[in-house]
Structure formats: structure tokens, C-alpha cells
């Protein structure tokens, strides 16, 4: 079956360290894979996209990778503060998709510890 | 700033209730998609129109859930009859097929009791 999965549990880090967060996914084919934040009691907000054929991108502090061999996605957000903490969602669209249709995982919470 | 708005922000009703959750598109963007946010579920797509017209609602119960877009500047996502399972956070987002990312509303938190 298809899945997305990323890790159920928080991830707990101190101020200033670098929060790699781990995205897997089974039985798809990305064109491409998205990144977005979520606060509590808000919608989720696009940070970055990858596309299949690009190993890595970066914006500001943010960084993510895509592996297509190992079909998993990294997002790492380095110097990390206590704003960061919120809860991180990966997304992707299939390349047998017709409509462009973006399927999300479940999230990961982060919390940045001061 | 032009931003994704939604109404109403929460609503509670009782069981076999009509329920209609409204949504403004940013002003150019051709795409809108609703989607429903649970705990247990995460998110999950609703339906997604692009210029107006369904792309694809596999994801919506068809007996009880009307998803449409009588203008360009407003998409409605219809409950009838409201069950309490239908119970979560209903998202809006919009976009343009020329871009990929989403932008999404605040949501509105829907109980049904």
C-alpha cells in the first residue's frame, strides 16, 4: 500500500542545534516533494519544494534533501531557535497523477528548547 | 497580503445539521482544494477544483458532503447531514497550476455533537 510516513514522536533539541526531520515514503513515485509549517490553530505554510530530479535545496537556515533510492526526504533546519518549534509536514504529488494531487504526511512535531 | 480567508472560524452543531464552510480564494489563483484535518487521520483531501471546475473529489463522501465554486472568489463545502465523525479541522487552500506550493486558510474547526 502506499504510505508516507514521518516520525510520530516529538523531536525534542536545545537552542542553537541543528533538527533534522525524516520523511518516508512507500509505493509513490514523487515528481516532486514539499515541505510546510503548522502552528497550533493555523493552516500549514509552504517553506520549500524539491523535484525528483534535485538531490538538495536551501533556504535560509533551511535545508532539505531528496533521496529517490532510499525514497526518503530530509529537512533539516540548522541554528534552530525556540520559533521553530511547530509542527513540520511533508507532501508530495505522485508523477502518475494526473490532477497534481499532493498527499501529506502525518507531521512532526519539533520542539526548540532555550 | 493576500491570504486564504475562511468562515466561520468554528462552528458547533448537533447531529443531522446542515453545515456550510465558505472559503475565499486569493484573488488570481485558479486552483482551490479543501481538506479535512484530524488527529487520527492527519490531512487529507477533500477535493480541488482548478478554474472553477472538479478535478477530483475521491476523497469526499459523496452521500453527505457538496463541494462547489459558484464564483471565482468563493468555494463552499457543504455537510448534510452532519454526523459526529465529521468532526475536525476543515482547511482551504488555493494556488495556481503554474506554481506548486499551497496556501492554505485558518481553518474551521467544525464539532458535531
Given at each position: 500500500s502506499q504510505k508516507i510516513e514521518?516520525?510520530?514522536?516529538?523531536?525534542?533539541?536545545q537552542e542553537g542545534?541543528?533538527?533534522?526531520?525524516?520523511?518516508?515514503?512507500?509505493?509513490?513515485?514523487?515528481?516532486?516533494l514539499q515541505w510546510y509549517r503548522q502552528d497550533p490553530g493555523r493552516g500549514p505554510v509552504f517553506l520549500l519544494?524539491?523535484?525528483?530530479?534535485?538531490?538538495?535545496?536551501?533556504k535560509e537556515r533551511l535545508k532539505v534533501t531528496f533521496d529517490t533510492t532510499l525514497k526518503q526526504s530530509l529537512f533539516h533546519i540548522t541554528a534552530s531557535q525556540p520559533a521553530d518549534s511547530a509542527t513540520y509536514l511533508c507532501a508530495l504529488v505522485s508523477s502518475s497523477s494526473n490532477t497534481g494531487k499532493l498527499i501529506f504526511g502525518q507531521g512532526t512535531t519539533l520542539q526548540v528548547k532555550p | 497580503d493576500a491570504r486564504v480567508t475562511q468562515t466561520p472560524r468554528h462552528k458547533v452543531t448537533e447531529m443531522g445539521q446542515e453545515v456550510t464552510m465558505r472559503c475565499q480564494p486569493i484573488l488570481g489563483h485558479n486552483t482551490v482544494f479543501w481538506y479535512r484535518q484530524t488527529m487520527m487521520q492527519g490531512l487529507e483531501l477533500l477535493a480541488y477544483f482548478r478554474n472553477r471546475a472538479p478535478l477530483d473529489d475521491s476523497?469526499?463522501?459523496k452521500d453527505r458532503f457538496s463541494a462547489e465554486m459558484p464564483d471565482a472568489t468563493l468555494a463552499t463545502l457543504k455537510i448534510q447531514p452532519s454526523e459526529p465523525r465529521d468532526s475536525a479541522v476543515?482547511?482551504?487552500?488555493?494556488g495556481h497550476d503554474r506554481a506548486n506550493e499551497q496556501f492554505f486558510g485558518p481553518g474551521t474547526r467544525l464539532t458535531v455533537l
Amino acid at each position: 500500500s502506499q504510505k508516507i510516513e514521518q516520525n510520530s514522536e516529538a523531536l525534542n533539541i536545545q537552542e542553537g542545534k541543528t533538527a533534522t526531520l525524516t520523511c518516508n515514503y512507500t509505493n509513490y513515485s514523487p515528481a516532486y516533494l514539499q515541505w510546510y509549517r503548522q502552528d497550533p490553530g493555523r493552516g500549514p505554510v509552504f517553506l520549500l519544494l524539491i523535484r525528483e530530479n534535485e538531490k538538495e535545496k536551501r533556504k535560509e537556515r533551511l535545508k532539505v534533501t531528496f533521496d529517490t533510492t532510499l525514497k526518503q526526504s530530509l529537512f533539516h533546519i540548522t541554528a534552530s531557535q525556540p520559533a521553530d518549534s511547530a509542527t513540520y509536514l511533508c507532501a508530495l504529488v505522485s508523477s502518475s497523477s494526473n490532477t497534481g494531487k499532493l498527499i501529506f504526511g502525518q507531521g512532526t512535531t519539533l520542539q526548540v528548547k532555550p | 497580503d493576500a491570504r486564504v480567508t475562511q468562515t466561520p472560524r468554528h462552528k458547533v452543531t448537533e447531529m443531522g445539521q446542515e453545515v456550510t464552510m465558505r472559503c475565499q480564494p486569493i484573488l488570481g489563483h485558479n486552483t482551490v482544494f479543501w481538506y479535512r484535518q484530524t488527529m487520527m487521520q492527519g490531512l487529507e483531501l477533500l477535493a480541488y477544483f482548478r478554474n472553477r471546475a472538479p478535478l477530483d473529489d475521491s476523497g469526499m463522501p459523496k452521500d453527505r458532503f457538496s463541494a462547489e465554486m459558484p464564483d471565482a472568489t468563493l468555494a463552499t463545502l457543504k455537510i448534510q447531514p452532519s454526523e459526529p465523525r465529521d468532526s475536525a479541522v476543515y482547511f482551504c487552500a488555493s494556488g495556481h497550476d503554474r506554481a506548486n506550493e499551497q496556501f492554505f486558510g485558518p481553518g474551521t474547526r467544525l464539532t458535531v455533537l
